[in-house]
């Protein structure tokens, strides 16, 4: 029989090799909101939501000045960052574009809605949010039937004001 993790397992945090910790400070503090908790010397911190010790935690040790890997190669495809409702989330995706990050992509994925974009290290970043589980798409046999449409942006952006 195949291990198993307990139902309440979650994914606590993101630790992320950086070139710049001030860039991705900037990005994900100025930017995305997070609060920086912790500063470990001047190569390393750690940014929380809700006073949470970390959420991510951001290093220079191995990668100050250091370039994205190439594509092709194998290595982290994104963070996701889940947030409580449509309203928070098209907060977030009005400071990302008022701060002139290009969304790389975005989709209804009928469990969810959900944007993507580049940290400035090239990290991929996606920020979404959850239907209710009641609402999600099902097959005829009950099982998930997740799609990847398009989402209006335009109108999860106008959800923050």
């Known amino acids: 029989m195949p291990a198993t993790v307990p139902p309440e397992t979650r994914v606590g945090h993101v630790h992320l090799k950086v070139a710049d ?3 991705a400070i900037a990005f994900y503090s100025g930017i995305l909101g997070f609060e920086v908790t912790q ?3 001047p190569n390393a911190a750690f940014l929380s939501a809700g006073g949470y010790h970390h959420h991510i935690g951001l290093n220079t040790w191995d990668s100050a000045g250091g370039t994205p890997p190439p594509r092709g190669h194998t290595g982290l495809y994104h963070t996701a960052f889940l947030f409580p409702d449509r309203r ?3 907060a ?3 400071r990302v574009l008022d701060a002139g990050v290009a969304l790389v992509g975005a989709a209804d994925h009928g469990v969810s809605e ?3 974009l580049s940290d400035p290290d090239g ?6 949010c959850d239907r209710p589980e009641a ?3 099902r097959d005829g046999e009950g099982r998930l039937a997740m799609i990847n449409g398009p989402l209006d942006v335009a109108a999860l952006v106008a959800e923050a004001d």
Do not use: F, Q, T
Not at 123 to 128: A, D, F, H, Q
């Open 92 to 94: 977030a995706v009005k």
């Open 21 to 23: 910790l001030e860039r």
């Open 39 to 41: 500063r470990y010397g």
């Open 123 to 128: 990290n991929g970043v996606e920020l979404y």
């Open 114 to 116: 959900a944007v993507y």
């Open 135 to 137: 609402d999600w798409p």
């Open 88 to 90: 928070s989330l098209g």
